[in-house]
């Protein structure tokens, strides 16, 4: 495993310096460390690390929600409230619809598994958007009109939909019904989660205000707190519905809201946290692609994502209208509405372990568009940021 890890370090730091001197997001590089040294290429990366890689994943992706909430202030989302949660949900349902429609006529799969591979699909990227819009936040680029805070909290919430949508044509799919009811998980998920992070981060801050202990150890009570929250979704899901994702950036916020002075000190620590967290997220997602199965997909495949992928943006900008967004701001929110990742890595192989005759096309189109739109979509934010957006 040492070995490994080493491997991992050392290839993917010295890639991403070289991606960096020609102005390519690093992230890029270790993906490609991840491919590079993953199970279909080389097969560098130790079993006990790919074994436990779902986890490992989940833990850089909790690094980066937690310095989300404590980025995200409230008074700032109150003024984007309608253009935010437009983005939450349309650009993915208009997404997981034309997907759902249009692949069964072009693949030979069912309408059902259609829209399952359209559930997995849709997601926008946290783990890509949510580190450039803190930096935007950081840098007052954009923020006279709140666009970071509106796609940082669209994004994360974007997210959870789209499991939800994932999960209700999973059952259906096992099951042979629709079960209507479940439709209305979604707004309860999004209520309790947030019930459930503010009062976390209301007992925290009372902790750290009344207990003095050094930053370094508040930041590994949050992260236990955190996993405790991602655990505790794990157990009741079949009683109550919560994301535990929600909840961690509602927690972080609520410190920002409650204890700024904090949230400020305690920004800084988890951005170191997450440069390392970055490169395993990545090249853990990188380790799951199968060169040789993305070139079977073949070009209709790449055609399918890329067709998806202009109907989101221009839903993106439809959704953005009448919101005081100039034509560049709108440009910009289409592009951090590119970039697909997190949630096509931790779920892209879930229909292929159910069983599912579409399983393995699902999976590798879900590869395939991580590849296709997070470079595309990191490096579209990264280089138009400057020309696109306003910085004060």
Same mark, same amino acid.
């Given at each position: ?64 929600? +937690?310095?989300? !909430? %404590?980025? /995200?202030?409230?008074?700032?989302? @109150?003024?984007?409230? &309608?253009? #935010? =949660? ?111 992070? +503010?009062?976390? !981060? %209301?007992? /925290?801050?009372?902790?750290?205000? @009344?207990?003095?202990? &050094?930053? #370094? =150890? ?175």
């Amino acid at each position: 495993m040492l070995y490994s890890i080493a491997l991992i370090l050392i290839v993917s730091l010295t890639l991403g310096l070289v991606f960096e001197k020609i102005k390519i997001p690093g992230l890029i590089a270790f993906m490609i460390t991840g491919i590079i040294l993953g199970p279909y290429v080389f097969d560098k990366i130790s079993s006990d690390i790919l074994n436990i890689s779902s986890d490992l994943r989940k833990i850089a992706l909790i690094a980066i929600l +937690i310095r989300a !909430g %404590l980025s /995200l202030d409230l008074k700032d989302l @109150k003024k984007v409230g &309608r253009p #935010t =949660i437009l983005l939450s949900f349309i650009p993915t349902t208009v997404e997981i619809v034309f997907i759902g429609l249009v692949s069964p006529l072009i693949f030979n799969i069912t309408s059902l598994e259609g829209f399952m591979l359209g559930s997995i699909v849709a997601a926008v990227s946290p783990a890509v958007v949510v580190p450039r819009m803190i930096h935007l936040i950081q840098n007052k680029t954009g923020t006279d009109k709140q666009i970071p805070q509106m796609i940082l909290a669209a994004s994360s919430i974007d997210n959870i939909y789209a499991i939800v949508i994932f999960a209700i044509i999973s059952q259906a799919y096992q099951t042979g019904t629709f079960v209507v009811k479940q439709l209305f998980l979604f707004p309860v998920t999004i209520f309790s989660s947030l019930i459930l992070g +503010i009062l976390i !981060g %209301l007992l /925290l801050v009372y902790i750290f205000k @009344k207990i003095h202990v &050094r930053d #370094t =150890i508040k930041v590994l009570i949050i992260f236990g707190v955190s996993f405790f929250v991602i655990v505790f979704e794990d157990f009741i899901k079949d009683y109550f519905a919560i994301s535990g994702l929600l909840a961690v950036i509602a927690l972080g916020s609520t410190i920002l809201k409650t204890y700024p002075v904090l949230a400020e000190r305690l920004t800084h620590k988890f951005s170191k946290i997450w440069v390392a967290a970055e490169i395993m997220l990545f090249v853990l997602v990188g380790a799951t692609v199968d060169v040789s199965n993305i070139r079977s997909a073949g070009l209709l495949a790449l055609a399918l994502i890329l067709a998806s992928l202009s109907l989101r943006m221009i839903t993106v900008f439809i959704a953005t209208s009448k919101t005081g967004l100039n034509t560049k701001e709108k440009l910009f929110s289409c592009l951090a509405y590119m970039p697909k990742a997190t949630v096509q890595a931790a779920i892209g192989a879930i229909p292929l372990s159910m069983g599912v005759p579409a399983g393995n096309l699902i999976l590798t189109i879900s590869v395939l568009a991580i590849f296709v739109t997070a470079p595309i979509g990191a490096i579209g934010m990264d280089q138009l940021h400057k020309k696109l957006l306003k910085t004060t």
